[in-house]
């Protein structure tokens, strides 16, 4: 009699849920998945266009004040000489070679090709340090502590020394942007590396992938968000290691500039050579920020 009865609520509990259903359909229409994303407004798309004029407001606004304030004669010429003289002299160094400073896209190139070898270098050595630290206990024993070591030891400060071990040639310079842009990219990697979810570990042994195929399908999407922040400080610390390094014995580059036109009182020149600096940071940076959006389409973040 009890079964009976037990049969008969779930039966009649059977039957509420399906009418539960079926009244559902019936108002709402069949369920045919999760409903699509809302579009984006017009003034949304608008401003998602138009945020990179946005930014710079601010720059040409404190340009323009810097103007105002030298034309007033607020700001002695011979300290912080005016945009336009920073503009004049940078065209007279481009059109024309000067016997001190050569030609400053000739200058341009130099720094380039040796922040090329340096980042790639560094770069390298941090991922494939970062890798072997992040997905073993015995080589994060064997590699963090020395990382770690290297992250505390004052950078500029090894210039001395890294010129009585390589000379006053390439090597050093090359050395130092390498050793700047590898700490930032190995630290941020590895802690990418150390922060994915362990449940997508065990998804991938559910799944029979092998070691390889987890790093690449799991650990390395995984850990990009934070590899990408890691690449951007890199290539920041890497720029101004450039700027020391060049002015320690080079015969060529914008710190050579630099370090000639401090001899010679030429604040304009040295303007103009870290003007360039920025400029190509920014464009550096400017070129991750871009990878990232592509990268990491798939995040979004709280302003959208």
């Given amino acids: 009699m009890p079964d009976t009865a037990n049969a008969g609520l779930a039966t ?27 579009a984006p407004r017009p003034a949304a798309r608008r401003w998602r266009r138009n945020r990179g004029w946005y930014r710079l407001i601010s720059p040409v606004a404190v340009i323009a004040l810097w103007q105002l304030l030298s034309s007033a004669g607020l700001i002695p010429a011979d300290k912080l000489p005016p945009p336009t003289t920073v503009w ?17 896209q000739g200058a341009m190139l130099v720094s380039l090709q040796r922040m090329t070898i340096g980042f790639a270098v560094g770069g390298t050595i941090a991922v494939l340090l970062a890798l072997v630290a992040g997905l073993s ?22 210039i001395p020394v890294f010129i009585v071990w390589f000379g006053i040639g390439e090597l050093p310079k090359i050395i130092l ?4 842009a590898a700490i930032p990219l190995y630290l ?51 720029w101004l290691a450039l700027v020391v390094a060049e002015q320690v014995n080079a015969n060529a580059g914008l710190g050579f500039m630099i370090s000639q036109a ?10 103009v050579a870290l003007t360039v ?13 871009l ?9 979004r973040g709280i302003l959208g």
């Avoid at 009418?19 to 409903?35: F, K, N, W």
């Avoid at 998804?203 to 987890?214: D, I, S, Y």
């Avoid at 600096?277 to 920020?289: I, K, M, P, Q």
């Fill in 137 to 158: 206990r015995l080589g994060e024993n064997a590699v963090d502590p020395l990382l770690q070591i290297v992250r505390m030891l004052p950078l500029f400060g090894l």
């Fill in 12 to 38: 009649l509990s059977e039957g509420r849920d399906e009418a539960a259903v079926l009244a559902s359909v019936a108002v709402d229409g069949p369920y045919t998945g999760p409903a699509p994303a809302p």
């Fill in 177 to 180: 942007i390498a050793l700047g």
């Fill in 188 to 238: 941020n990697t590895f802690a990418g590396i150390r922060s994915v979810d362990a449940k997508l570990a065990e998804v991938g042994r559910v799944q029979r992938l092998t070691r390889a195929e987890t790093i690449r399908h799991i650990v390395l999407p995984g850990a990009l968000p934070q590899a990408l922040t890691g690449l951007r400080q890199s290539l920041g610390v890497a």
């Fill in 262 to 271: 401090t001899q010679f009182l030429r604040n304009d020149v040295i303007l």
């Fill in 291 to 299: 990878l990232e959006r592509r990268a990491l389409a798939w995040r």
């Fill in 277 to 289: 600096y920025a400029v190509l940071g920014l464009l550096t940076d400017a070129l991750v920020r």
């Fill in 88 to 104: 004049h002299t940078a065209v007279s160094l481009v059109t024309t070679s000067s016997p001190a400073y050569g030609t400053l």
